[in-house]
């Protein structure tokens, strides 16, 4: 395939084994495409204007697509359904990576508006006061509150408030709410976790297979080689590195959340003793 665009030299080595693709330079919504030889000490870029930072990442973009395509045209139906599978993993992990990564956003901004207005609250003030949607804060509160009102039954207002039958029973039911909230925020974690931990082997899985089939056709193709083996080789190995690259980010993710959960249970205990204290002081 050829181009008649007009080219300039450019000085830039070029080693490219056997990659024919070597620039590709986009202007005014034209492609050119410059092909070279292995061994090509310089090559020629069409078209008179300097390669910027979009072209590169286009060319690398080219590049990376064109490769893995052809690997997958060449590999066989067990490595393709375990490259579908690990697939399924990852897009399954990156949906619950960003829907995560986007309620404890929301939960540490709604949190700390509500610790904010409790902490600016004199007493023990109506829940309704307090409302905060999207915070584990909030939920737990209306808890303790239940339990509280369901033991003194009128206003905490009240200039001769009754006396408190059970504080334990209030910090129960605020314990509880708190273990809800947790389990809330911890939903889809075991996928993560699974993820991390299976991927690299089904990954492995398919490597092995590959490896296996190349070297069964070794004895039909009569030649003794590695060349005669490594393309199949280079194959499998496609499957081991996608099993990591779906891997990696569930485990980097699954780490991070953890910490934030943990974070999460203990200022919600930590919020638990401070308004049994405000209650005791209150009603004592």
């Not at 202007?27 to 090509?40: D, E, L, P, R």
């Not at 943990?262 to 638990?272: N, V, Y």
Request: with cysteine.
């Amino acid at each position: 395939m050829e181009f008649s665009a007009p080219a300039t030299r450019c000085p830039i080595s070029s080693k490219t084994g056997k990659l024919r693709i070597l620039i590709v330079a986009c202007s005014q919504c034209v492609c050119y495409v410059a092909y070279a030889q292995k061994n090509t000490d310089c090559f020629a870029v069409t078209h008179q204007s300097a390669l910027t930072k979009g072209n590169v990442i286009f060319l690398l973009t080219t590049i990376f697509v064109t490769d893995i395509g052809n690997i997958l045209t060449q590999t066989g139906l067990v490595a393709r359904g375990v490259l579908l599978l690990l697939l399924l993993f990852s897009i399954i992990s990156w949906a619950i990576i960003l829907q995560k990564w986007g309620t404890f956003g929301r939960v540490r901004r709604k949190s700390e508006e509500f610790l904010r207005i409790f902490r600016a609250t004199r007493g023990i003030a109506n829940p309704q006061a307090l409302v905060t949607a999207g915070s584990p804060f909030a939920n737990v509160y209306a808890a303790g509150y239940r339990e509280l009102q369901s033991q003194v039954g009128g206003a905490p207002s009240n200039p001769h408030p009754p006396k408190l039958k059970s504080l334990s029973a209030v910090t129960v039911s605020m314990q509880l709410a708190s273990a809800e909230e947790v389990r809330r925020v911890e939903k889809g974690m075991s996928w993560l976790a699974t993820t991390g931990s299976v991927t690299p082997f089904i990954g492995l899985f398919g490597t092995v297979w590959g490896i296996i089939d190349a070297f069964s056709g070794l004895g039909s193709a009569g030649a003794a080689s590695l060349r005669a083996v490594a393309p199949g080789i280079a194959e499998a190995l496609v499957t081991t590195a996608a099993g990591l690259g779906a891997a990696i980010p569930a485990v980097i993710f699954y780490n991070h959340f953890l910490q934030n959960i943990r974070d999460l249970a203990q200022r919600l205990d930590t919020f638990a003793l401070e308004f049994t204290a405000q209650v005791e002081k209150t009603f004592d």
